[in-house]
């Protein structure tokens, strides 16, 4: 008998991270589970976009522009494809930007 698992659609950001260098949460990263086709943008609190992936695992190391962001509330989204329903999903939230 054959059996199809369909993973339950999960998608979770830290409140914080801190790219200052000492490999630890150095890159902020979405944790991902059941999702297939993933875009994620990053923007600073005056909303211009600082950072844009169509890669589920690629994460955003705190520069723009080839310059260290700011201390302070970032916002994100990720629109992606849940593998639970078949349907297109869009989650946002924020976090802290530290060093």
Same mark, same amino acid.
């Given at each position: 008998?054959?059996?199809?698992?369909?993973?339950?659609?999960?998608?979770?950001?830290?409140?914080?991270?801190?790219?200052?260098?000492?490999?630890?949460?150095?890159?902020?990263?979405?944790?991902?589970?059941?999702?297939?086709?993933?875009?994620?943008?990053?923007?600073?609190?005056?909303? =211009?976009?600082?950072?844009? #992936?169509?890669? $589920? *695992?690629?994460?955003?190391?705190? &520069?723009?522009?080839? /310059?260290?962001? =700011?201390?302070?509330?970032? #916002?994100?989204? $990720? *629109?992606?494809?849940?593998?639970? &329903?078949?349907?297109? /999903?869009?989650?946002?939230?924020?976090?802290?930007?530290?060093?």
């Amino acid at each position: 008998q054959e059996v199809c698992v369909i993973p339950k659609t999960l998608v979770r950001a830290p409140t914080a991270f801190s790219p200052n260098g000492d490999g630890y949460n150095d890159v902020f990263f979405l944790h991902k589970i059941g999702i297939g086709s993933f875009e994620m943008s990053i923007y600073d609190r005056w909303g =211009e976009k600082v950072f844009e #992936t169509i890669d $589920a *695992t690629q994460g955003w190391d705190g &520069n723009f522009k080839n /310059q260290k962001m =700011e201390i302070g509330t970032y #916002t994100w989204q $990720a *629109t992606f494809h849940s593998l639970e &329903n078949n349907n297109i /999903q869009t989650e946002k939230g924020s976090f802290q930007l530290i060093r």
